[in-house]
């Protein structure tokens, strides 16, 4: 399957001042596939090496001993008897269970540039072996990381762009190609590309779900593949928790995004994960489970915004689960609800929500919210090119009164209107409509300050 990732690794290759990649990303998002089976077998067929170190006991072995770049390329050529020089891609995967190669890539930056370096690695695993090792509880000595000496990129599940690019290249095009002319969709398109998003909304973007269900076409096995992953991430937790007690409640914050969401007010309450806690007893799980890039946490702005936007009060803020696929299937909702693509369904606005809190993610933006007087709110508030752009996100159509309430105390560049309504503009209000199928390209523009209308 087509990952947008590839492009990111394909200017990392030409790059004549390039550093060792790692690539992060939360487990089974298809870190290895996209270094291996995409881009490796593309652009070094035959000429690349691919260390596990999960399984190659030898290989990192030596790399906990050694950090000199050209000892590690012997013993490696050695080993998988390759000669190693700049044609050869070294693919270092699971690099926290070595963390040895971590300082190692120090030194192939500075003494052997010539050679492609690839990595893949979980940072929240990274730290706890850090910090165990600074206590004195794990093997090996400390290590440093080499900051300055790697390029990096992390990985998401797939976005929707991602999945209808796999799924039906030729819609794809045609919903890029009437952003770019700023003209909405022909209504039967429209009505094709809502009903995609509802797909996706159901598989999610876990590419081990988008795959099964674009070979079998069944929802059935999807979620089936889906159902595993979810549990797959419960059973994980514990190899990156620094307490039992954080991984209980790591647990239970993972499993109650939905109750937090599906609530008149959609803040975290601590108290609904256990009772009588405090935002502060669940602070460390959330910072946990926010490095594994397995929720999304966004925090709250109030009535005058200024920019920089900052995190001002660490007691308000929402949690978004990391694919949206596993946000419905923990939803306990009906299926059908999603494949009939019905706008009037009893869908709540939530899983929309989490939808764009997940595009948004992906494009490199920070998540932040708004409130004001008398209940006025706005789901998203992003900054960029030192604009302000407020985003609501409406299942149907919807009043704006937030929105009028928001313009009251702050100027804005465009008001962002996310629905399952067509292209649109009303000048007048400056009110950009977009429907959830289009929105990838807005949080694009979003990103690189690109957002015309």
């Known amino acids: 399957m087509y990952r947008k990732a590839v492009e990111n690794l394909k200017k990392w290759n030409s790059n004549p001042r390039r550093k060792p990649m790692i690539v992060w990303g939360a487990r089974q998002v298809g870190k290895t596939y996209l270094l291996k089976d995409i881009f490796a077998e593309t652009y070094y ?8 170190f999960r399984v190659e006991d030898d290989i990192r072995d030596y790399c906990e001993k050694h950090v000199s770049a050209k000892e590690i390329t012997e013993f490696i050529s050695a080993v998988k008897n390759q000669r190693i020089n700049e044609k050869t891609l070294l693919i270092f995967d699971e690099i926290q269970e070595c963390p040895g ?5 120090k030194y192939f930056c500075q003494d052997m540039p010539q050679i492609p370096v690839l990595a893949t690695g979980s940072m929240v695993r990274i730290k706890l072996q850090r910090l165990n090792r600074k206590r004195g509880a794990g093997s090996g000595k400390p290590f440093l990381f080499p900051v300055g000496k790697i390029n990096q990129v992390t990985i998401y599940p797939m976005t929707f762009d991602e999945y209808l690019i796999n799924a039906n290249k030729t819609l794809y095009d045609a919903v890029c190609k009437a952003y770019a002319a700023k003209k909405p969709l022909p209504d039967a ?6 009903d995609e998003i509802y ?4 598989i999610g ?8 269900f674009l070979d079998t076409g069944s929802y059935l096995e999807s979620r089936e593949v889906l159902t595993d992953l979810y549990d797959n991430y419960l059973s994980d937790m514990e190899l990156y928790q620094a307490s039992p007690e954080a991984l209980i409640r790591s647990g239970k914050i993972f499993k109650g995004i939905f109750a937090q969401l599906d609530k008149d007010s959609r803040n975290f309450k601590a108290g609904l994960i256990e009772t009588g806690s405090k935002t502060r007893d669940m602070r460390s799980p959330i910072d946990w489970l926010t490095m594994a890039y397995i929720v999304h946490q966004s925090f709250r702005l109030d009535e005058h915004i200024t920019t920089p936007f900052t995190e001002k009060n660490e007691s308000d803020f929402r949690l978004f689960l990391g694919d949206i696929g596993m946000f419905t299937y923990q939803s306990g909702v009906n299926s059908a609800s999603f494949i009939s693509g019905d706008p009037n369904n009893t869908l709540s606005g939530v899983f929309f929500e989490n939808f764009i809190a997940n595009e948004l993610t992906a494009a490199g933006i920070r998540l932040f919210y708004w409130c004001g007087k008398r209940n006025a709110e706005l789901e998203f508030i992003v900054e960029s090119d030192n604009k302000i752009y407020p985003i609501d996100v409406k299942k149907n159509r919807g009043t704006l009164n937030s929105l009028e309430h928001f313009s009251h105390h702050n ?3 465009t008001a962002i209107k996310v629905s399952a309504n067509n292209y649109g503009y009303h000048a007048e209000k400056k009110l950009l409509t977009v429907p959830f199928y289009m929105f990838f390209l807005v949080a694009d523009d979003l990103a690189n300050g690109t957002l015309t209308v």
């Open 205 to 212: 973007g876990m590419p081990d779900a988008v795959q099964t």
């Open 411 to 413: 100027k804005y560049e």
């Open 45 to 52: 067929k035959n000429t690349y090496l691919y260390i596990d």
């Open 101 to 105: 190669i971590i300082t190692a890539l």
């Open 199 to 202: 797909k996706y909304l159901l």
């Open 189 to 194: 398109l429209h009505r094709l590309a809502l």
